[in-house]
Each structure stands twice: as structure tokens, then as C-alpha cells.
């Protein structure tokens, strides 16, 4: 499913520059449950963000389904998201003047799906997450978890192979927490690759596999 | 396709940033106004001028006699002389692109020269043949004009102006048919003349009164002398064409130099009609420069605040990439905003300023002005709106282009 070889990326600004990964390799199975730790800076994050062709790598190859992902368009890129991808941040992300139903509808429209059946299938998807009844209120009007949710309907809406979380349960109370990471396990077992980014000891336990990067480097992986 | 979402989105940038949308649409409204106004003006000037012009015969030349300035076949420069019955007939036959010619003459000058019972004024006296209201046309409000047999008979008829009757007659009355003393003849009047003319020699026609040529020359002892010889040119012909023939035949007939530029004097309104011509086409030129620029300066307005606007979605058009929005969604969405924007604020822009042309339109069609029923046509309206649109697009451009740069992940992690 993701394959990673030898993948580097280097930050450069005026003065300096930040090898922030030195060297990854990592191979991922479709269904896996995995967690990404490490302290602030060692690099999960731009792994996450490199794995969800948000961010380019500079050496090495990274194999998505067997395809290799390396200097794509943006428009090659925005439909390989679109198809394969779903993101789920610790900030949430929602549109602040949009609805939680059409938040959620939003990769439908860049699928062309027609207005009324994107927002009939972002109803399920709501009624899945429990809101429903608040499909129409804006996000502003919502507790963090509410919004956590509506952002994970949003992204597997599009039914990806792949889920990606950035620290989903970071802004979230612990009961919230819980929540979040029942559905994330829940949506595991139907078949979606997820993986979280996390600094959470109690979330990583939740996945199957941890894995623990220092200063750009895999330190270990860990099968719970 | 009709895209909701696209026009909800458009409607909620537009809607949560009122105050700035105003002040940036305001830059278009004010140039589409300006614009309208111009070009209205312009029309209102040309309108004006061709209004002047209208019932004057364009294709025509009027030609009279001046001192000689060369010696020629042993005459000295500086000698008088003048155009003659003689020469009309010569003239006819030998510039055969001749349409209408006109002999005329203008006399009478002298305080109280026309006079009915115990009214008197002053007026221009002229002598025209009939041909002459095909160059300078009159609108008769009584009876008729000088006709051949006025002419062949010499009769004493008279044609007076509209003026002239009312200071004689009175208002709304009928004169035709009365006797009116001109320069101490009398004279049958036969029509009441109105010019349609705003150009007229010899005097406004209103304040005129038009005598038989022959009579005149006759009645009043001017032997065979024409003060002036007006001419059209047959269509297709240019007055120019005309104008040179007939100085030709008037040097050879009077032994004046062909070289002697200034012994025949002479206008060619024609020239004089073209020049009006190029002279309302550089206007229109300006107009549309500077309405452009001005519409080009408020284009430039919106693209900056679209460009705001980019800065402060970046995050928004993070979100959408990382969901699947490629460039051109992105692009298309930046630039329908500049062109609702620009159309918006233009098409108001021109319905104000078509609104405040009909109502000058209005108040100048009450008076007596120059300037006459400023407008823009249907086709500048569109013309206007496919240059708002095509300013729209421009001006979407570079923010379209702004939200390019922007990279998903950057936009995501920014606060």
C-alpha cells in the first residue's frame, strides 16, 4: 500500500537549513492501524504531510498502490487526494461559512457530484458520526469534538483508501478523545488504512503499530 | 453549468467584506459612470454640431470675388472685379459635376430697411434663385418660395423669415399675400420661411427677407453683378472637384493669374464638414482613452483586493487543495469573484449614468442648447460591458495567480 524508501526533505530558509528527514523507510500494509510518535520536531508531521502528497519529499522514492509519487502537478496531486486520501487535522480545518453538511460535502463537489446527492450522502455521514441534527448549524456553533467529527466525515466521504490525522484528538478533552478514537478504530476495521500523527501514549495504544521517529530517523517500530 | 456553491461563496466574499467591497466595486461604478457620461456628452456634442449643420447642404462650395493679387495680361495687381450674370450659364456647362448652382446677392444694410404700415426693422435682404433652398434649406411655415417664374418675370415677391413676419404682422398671422416696403420698393410677400439651418449666410434666415435675384439685381440698380456663387456637387463628386473648375473658368473668363491663390475666395463646406467629422472622432477617441483608463484604474482596485482577499483565505484554499480542488477550480472561483465584482459595480455604474442622461436629455430638450439629447447607444453599452468583463478576467488574474504560489501544506499550518 505505502511504501517509503530512503525519503529525505530538507527546509531551507535565508540562513540555515533543517534535515528534517533523514533517511525514511517504512512499508504499510492496506487495513494497518498505525500511529506516528516523536517530540515536537523530529519530523512526523512533515511525514505525515509527505505521505498525504501535501508536501514534496527531495530524495528517495515513496510508492502509493504501487505508483510512484514524485513530481506530480498539482493537479495530478489535488486528484490523487481527492481519490486516495482523507485528512483529518488537529485543528480541524472546516470552512468557518460553510454548514457541517456541506463541510462534509465539499471533496464530493470537487468529484463533480451534483449539489443535492453530495448533500443527501453527507447526511449519512453525518447521522454516522450522531449529528444529524446539526447538519446545518456552522461550525462556530459547535464543540471541538462535534467539528472533529464532521471533519472525519468529511474525510472519508470520499471513501480513501487512506486516512490521515494530524493530531485529531490534540484540541479535544479526554471523553472527546475517546470518542474520536473509537471512530477512527471503527473506520480501521471497515478497511481504511489509518494512519495518526500523535505525542499521545493513550492514542498510539489504541493502533496496531506505533512508530517512533527521533531527529528524522524510524527509532523503532512497535506492534501493540 | 449553474454552480451554486461557486455563486454562494462569490456572494459570501462579497457579502462579509461590505464596506470593502464597496470601496473597491466604488473604482469600476465611478469609471463606468465617467465613461457613460462621456461618451454621452460626446454625443450630445455631435448631435449638437450635426443638428447645426442639418438642412445645410454638406457637398457644397461658395465662391465670390476678391482683389486680385497677381499681374496677368497686362493688368496690375490689386484690380477689382466681380462675378457676373454671364458667367452662370458659362459655369453650368463647363463643370458638368455641378449639382445646384446658385447665384446670390446680399444687400440692403441700413437701419429700418424693411418696413409694413407703421412697423419697421431691420433685416438682410437677399437675392437667391430657387436652387438655392436646395443648399440652404428653409422650411416654409406660410405659402411658398421664389419660384422660376418670380424669376424670369422679376417679380417683386418676397420671401421674409419667421422673425420678420412677427415684427411686421404680428404672431401666428398669415402674411402672405401683403406688401412689405424694402428699401423703399414694395414688395409682395409670398412665404414665411423658418431656416432649418443653424448656418446661414448672409444672416440669420429668420431675420431675412429673400427678394427674386433678377428682381433685386434690377430694382435696385446692381447691373449684372453676383455677390456670391454657391454650388453642390453632384454625388459621388467632391467638392473640391467643383471648387477648382469653377476658380478655373472664373480666372480664364475674368484675366486673373492661374496662379492667383487669393483673387477668388471662397469656403468649401465639405472640408469644413469633415473636419467636424475628424474633430468628433477624436473626441470619441479621447472619451473611450481616458473612460478605459479610468475603467482599467478601477479594474486595478479590484485585482488588489482580490489579491487581500487570497491572503486572507490562504488557509481556505489550503483546505480545498488538500480535498481535491485542482488549480483551475481554484483559478475559475478567484476570477468568477473579480468578474461578479467588476460586473456588479460596472453595470451599476452604467445604469446610473444612462439614468442621469435621460434626465439631462430631458432639461436640454426644454431649451435652447447647443448640446442635444445626450445618449449611449445599445452597441457602446455592450461594448462596455465586454471591456468590464474582459478588466474582470485581467483583474482576477494576479490573484488567481497569488492562490497558485500558495502551497496546501503552508496554507494548512497557517493561524
Redesign the interface.
Known sequence: MITLRDVNKTYYTEATSLHVLKGIDLHIEQGDYVSIMGASGSGKSTLLNILGILDNYDTGDYYLNNKLIKDLSETQAAAYRNEMIGFVFQSFNLINFKNAMENVALPLYYKNISRKKRNAIALEYLDRMGLKDWAYHLPNEMSGGQKQRVAIARAIISQPKILLADEPTGALDSQTTEEVMQLLGGLNQTGITTIIVTHEKAVADETRKVIHIKDGLIQNIQHN | MFD??RWQ?IW?TIK?NKSRSVMTAFGVFWGMFMLVCMVGAGSALKNGMESTIDGFATNSCFVYDQQTTEPYKGFKKGRNWSIQNEDIPLLLKGVPEIQYLAPVLFGGQGANNVVRKDKSGTFNIKGNYPSYNKIEENKLIYGRYINDIDIAEKRKTCVIGERVSEVLFGKNVNPVGQNVKVMGIYFQVIGVARSISQVNLGGRGEESVVLPFTTMQQAFNMGTKVHFIAATAIPGVRVKVIEEKINQILKKQHNIAPSDKAAIGGFNIEEQFTMFLYLGIGIAVLIWIVGAGTLFAGGIGVSNIMLVTVRERT??IG???????????IIRQIISESIVLTLMAGIAGLMLGVGLLSLVGLVLSQTDSFFQEPQISFAVAIVSLVILLVIGILAGLVPANRA?TI???EA?RE?
Open positions: 451554486l456553491d461563496e459570501y462579509h488557509k481556505e483546505i480545498r487543495r488538500a480535498l481535491g480542488a485542482t488549480p483551475r477550480t497558485m502551497k496546501p501544506i494548512i493561524e
